[in-house]
């Protein structure tokens, strides 16, 4: 059984940078493509960034630019660098496995105000 453990969310000033981190259980990551999603209440689920199991990455428009999604197969974890933090980046922060997802952790807040 696969667990992804989330961590590394907090509250920041917009332009601050933050790191969040994703550990992955019972599975090696490399072999999957992982992502982050991220979620504010009353709305969908959105994607984020993801990153293959080859090393290629995707952003969304809005995260483009700002956003990283460095992965550490040694490790068993997928980040998430944050930079220049904008109030609207505030949200739930989920990170998953596959494509579509099967696997998700339980979140990190990002707050930014």
């Known amino acids: 059984h696969v667990q992804l453990v989330e961590s590394g969310g907090g509250s920041v000033q917009p332009g601050g940078s933050l790191r969040l981190s994703c550990v992955s259980s019972g599975d090696t990551i490399g072999r999957y493509c992982m992502g982050w999603f991220r979620q504010i209440p009353g709305r969908e689920r959105e994607g984020v960034a993801g990153i293959e199991s080859d090393g290629s990455t995707s952003y969304a428009d809005s995260v483009e630019g700002r956003f990283t999604i460095p992965r550490d197969n040694a490790k068993n974890t997928v980040y998430l660098q944050l930079d220049s933090l904008k109030t609207e980046d505030s949200a739930m922060y989920y990170c998953?496995?596959?494509?579509?997802?099967?696997?998700w952790g339980q979140g990190t807040q990002v707050t930014v105000s």
């Open positions: 998953c496995k596959g494509t579509p997802p099967d696997n």
